[in-house]
């Protein structure tokens, strides 16, 4: 295990596993356990996801393993989480693994972060985005959401999880939903998505060189009412609308149909994905 400096200045433990082609992997490597592990499988979330992601890429890779979200929770950046900062930080990993050249996978926000990454380094050998689309993404609908979870963290430090990962369930009541959370963990993620308001993604194509691939349930869609923002994120829409379109523009296009946001991030359906995907583009 090694520690990286990142752009503020807090440090993140980074594990690496396995031989061959390097992958940075943004996972949690330690299955959660008690209440969390609890709460996760409420929402849908396998508590070992990020361990049943490593142990399924390690026989052939060499997977750079850091649990970036659990990191900006633990340490917020409330007004430095920008997407330059972000690549700088994943930059910065890649160095200290002394990882030349990488693969990335990412999923939800990390995804977005793999296609900000993309932009600002020629040194990605292939990328994985998974819950985000590559073109068309709902930047202006997550700054609404997130906008409206910084405002009620302020006010009475209560929070939804949907500002840094939203997830869809038909069962779940969202008007009840409220998790405690800190105001500079919820405003970070109103910074990111502040910066990315300009953001032409169709525009930063060209700037992709390397093999791509994207993902998304054919479900992933919340309606969040007006305590939220009252806006729809829909992440599969420009998967089902403009797949032809995102093949035009050199990107592997998968839709998992029937699955929502929280169900297609799943090691077991990521993983037939990805893995074979990785096999042909990394020889």
């Not at 508590?47 to 142990?55: E, M, S």
């Not at 073109?135 to 405002?151: Q, S």
Request: aromatic letters at 8%; proline letters at 6%.
């Amino acid at each position: 295990m090694i520690e990286v400096c990142m752009h503020d200045g807090s440090t993140i433990e980074v594990e690496i596993e396995g031989k061959g082609p390097s992958l940075l992997l943004p996972v949690n490597p330690k299955p959660a356990e008690g209440p969390q592990a609890d709460e996760m499988v409420k929402w849908g979330v396998d508590p070992a996801l990020g361990r049943n992601l490593i142990d399924g890429l390690r026989d052939r890779y060499r997977v750079i393993v850091f649990d970036y979200e659990g990191h900006v929770m633990r340490s917020a950046k409330p007004d430095t989480l920008t997407p330059a900062n972000i690549a700088g930080d994943f930059l910065s990993i890649a160095d200290a693994a002394d990882a030349r050249r990488f693969a990335y996978y990412g999923y939800s926000w990390l995804a977005l972060s793999g296609l900000q990454l993309a932009i600002r380094t020629d040194r990605l050998s292939a990328l994985m985005i998974g819950g985000y689309p590559p073109i068309d993404g709902p930047y202006k609908e997550m700054l609404k959401v997130t906008a409206a979870t910084y405002e009620m963290s302020s006010s009475s430090h209560t929070h939804s999880t949907a500002a840094s990962s939203p997830k869809a369930s038909d069962e779940w009541d969202w008007s009840t939903v409220e998790v405690t959370m800190s105001v500079a963990q919820t405003k970070q993620f109103m910074t990111l998505y502040q910066a990315l308001q300009g953001f032409d993604d169709r525009a930063v194509q060209s700037r992709i060189s390397c093999p791509r691939i994207c993902f998304a349930g054919s479900d992933d869609k919340i309606e969040y009412e007006q305590r939220w923002g009252g806006v729809t994120v829909d992440i599969a829409g420009p998967f089902l609308r403009q797949r032809k379109e995102m093949e035009a523009l050199g990107w592997d296009v998968a839709v998992l149909e029937g699955l929502d946001h929280t169900q297609a991030m799943q090691a077991a359906n990521v993983l037939p994905i990805i893995r074979p995907w990785l096999d042909s583009n990394l020889r």
